[in-house]
């Protein structure tokens, strides 16, 4: 069974631009989470959706950061315009149910200059 | 005040050593809580869940603590292997939050040989 995948692995863009995350969770499951780790700190929540609802979002840092599942399959989380604090990884996590253990992906590493 | 604290270590320790971590959290809400293990530039991986009864897999004995708060990982006979860092990790349960996991900044673990 294919684990969770997130595109890309890395992005560097300068400040001001445009990027988007993309994640494709395990197959079948409802659940799907946003997290990220800024460098030195501990890895933190951004959002939850259930199939194609956002659950909480109340992780999520300002409103320059705007997160889809459209069709309740894979998520986009768009950060626009890109600001150098954004920098950090990006983890995206499924479960089937919301109290069921979390599969993570690899990761989106993200550079803002 | 942060959901989960940890001593961030380093731990450096010989092959064969039994090394113990701990770490706390602040919300007496009832919670259900885990060990997660990150390798360097990897996800972070589910090593076990955490009960007041404790509860051992192999090598690996993880306990909680409702009354203090509290929640510890032994590993005995440390292996090159088990050198990652370790994130204690709490999940709410009930509520609108539920399914947000709560990391702490984890705890580095060096085995050497």
């Known amino acids: 069974e294919a684990g969770v995948t997130q595109f890309p692995s890395h992005s560097v863009i300068e400040k001001g631009q445009t990027v988007t995350l993309r994640c494709d969770p395990i197959?079948?499951?409802?659940?799907l989470y946003w997290y990220r780790r800024v460098m030195g700190k501990e890895i933190k929540f951004l959002l939850h959706?259930?199939?194609?609802?956002?659950?909480?979002e109340s992780g999520m840092p300002n409103n320059r950061f705007l997160a889809e599942r459209t069709g309740g399959t894979y998520s986009t989380l768009k950060v626009q315009p890109a600001e150098l604090e954004d920098s950090g990884v990006y983890f995206c996590?499924?479960?089937?149910?919301?109290?069921?253990?979390?599969?993570f992906g690899p990761g989106t590493r993200l550079t803002v200059l | 005040r942060k959901e989960v604290e940890q001593d961030p270590g380093p731990f450096n320790v010989p092959e064969g050593a039994t090394v113990a971590f701990n770490c706390t959290y602040s919300?007496?809400?009832?919670?259900?809580f885990f060990w997660y293990r990150q390798d360097c530039r990897k996800e972070p991986k589910l090593l076990m869940s955490?009960?007041?009864s404790g509860n051992e897999d192999g090598r690996f004995t993880a306990q909680l603590n409702r009354a203090s708060q509290y929640i510890s990982l032994l590993i005995r006979d440390s292996k090159l292997s088990d050198s990652a860092t370790y994130l204690c990790?709490?999940?709410?349960?009930?509520?609108?939050?539920?399914?947000?996991?709560?990391f702490g900044r984890g705890t580095q673990l060096t085995v050497w040989p």
């Open positions: 197959s079948g499951h409802d659940n």
């Open positions: 996590a499924s479960s089937p149910g919301r109290d069921n253990e979390q599969f």
């Open positions: 959706f259930v199939k194609e609802s956002k659950q909480d």
């Open positions: 919300n007496s809400a009832s919670q259900s």
């Open positions: 990790v709490a999940l709410k349960v009930g509520g609108s939050t539920l399914g947000r996991l709560y």
């Open positions: 955490v009960y007041s």
